[in-house]
T-cell receptor, first 114, second 112 residues
Framework: NAGVTQTPKFRVLKTGQSMTLLCAQDMNHEYMYWYRQDPGMGLRLIHY???????AKGEVPDGYNVSRLKKQNFLLGLESAAPSQTSVYFC?????????????FGPGTRLTVT | GESVGLHLPTLSVQEGDNSIINCAYSNSASDYFIWYKQESGKGPQFIID?????DKRQGQRVTVLLNKTVKHLSLQIAATQPGDSAVYFC???????????FGAGTILRVKS
């Protein structure tokens, strides 16, 4: 049981390039989330999904797209990377909605956009 | 632990002492709270949670206290160890909301 895994661990992009971050969970969780963490700040929600085939916007969705084609995977895409998207990205999953759904986090992807 | 931008509040304690990390939450409608620990280079790790119908909950070496009157949460760590050194985040959630809102975090440094 690997929990939540993220690929890649590190990436450097040039402004305008695109990339996809992959998140996978093997806990059969319904809910999945993408957060970003900037220095000295808490995590901010980018997008989330409440089930296979569904996605919704979080606090800071601009410049990102997501897809949840399979229950165990949640992809985060950057179509045209900008330096402001330099951050550490965390994926999380939780078993349920509401009070019972404690999100469990992956190890993170450190992205630098030059 | 109020956010001060890039400079997170830091708590330094001696090994073996008790630690108290504080958090002020923002939404009076929040009814679920979680404490996470984040070690350098890792993702946040769940420590303990508490619902708004409780004012205290204990785990192994950790206690969370909730004061809804002043919207304040604290995490107490007993007999702090070097392995407790990390950034600690509180997070609040509203039952009918979809997002977990995180505080900026507090750095805990344990001196041996």
């Amino acid at each position: 049981n690997a929990g939540v895994t993220q690929t890649p661990k590190f990436r450097v992009l040039k402004t305008g390039q695109s990339m996809t971050l992959l998140c996978a969970q093997d806990m059969n969780h319904e809910y999945m989330y993408w957060y970003r963490q900037d220095p000295g700040m808490g995590l901010r929600l980018i997008h989330y999904s409440v089930g296979e085939g569904t996605t919704a916007k979080g606090e800071v969705p601009d410049g990102y797209n997501v897809s949840r084609l399979k229950k165990q995977n949640f992809l985060l895409g950057l179509e045209s990377a900008a330096p402001s998207q330099t951050s550490v990205y965390f994926c999380a999953s939780s078993p349920a909605y509401g009070l019972a759904g404690v999100p469990y986090f992956g190890p993170g992807t450190r992205l630098t956009v030059t | 632990g109020e956010s001060v931008g890039l400079h997170l509040p830091t708590l330094s304690v001696q090994e073996g002492d008790n630690s108290i990390i504080n958090c002020a939450y923002s939404n009076s409608a929040s009814d679920y709270f979680i404490w996470y620990k984040q070690e350098s280079g890792k993702g946040p790790q769940f420590i303990i949670d508490i619902r708004s119908n409780m004012d205290k909950r204990q785990g192994q070496r950790v206690t969370v206290l909730l004061n809804k009157t002043v919207k304040h949460l604290s995490l107490q760590i007993a007999a702090t160890q070097p392995g407790d050194s990390a950034v600690y985040f509180c997070a609040e959630k509203w039952e009918y909301g979809n997002k977990l809102v995180f505080g900026a975090g507090t750095i805990l440094r344990v001196k041996s």
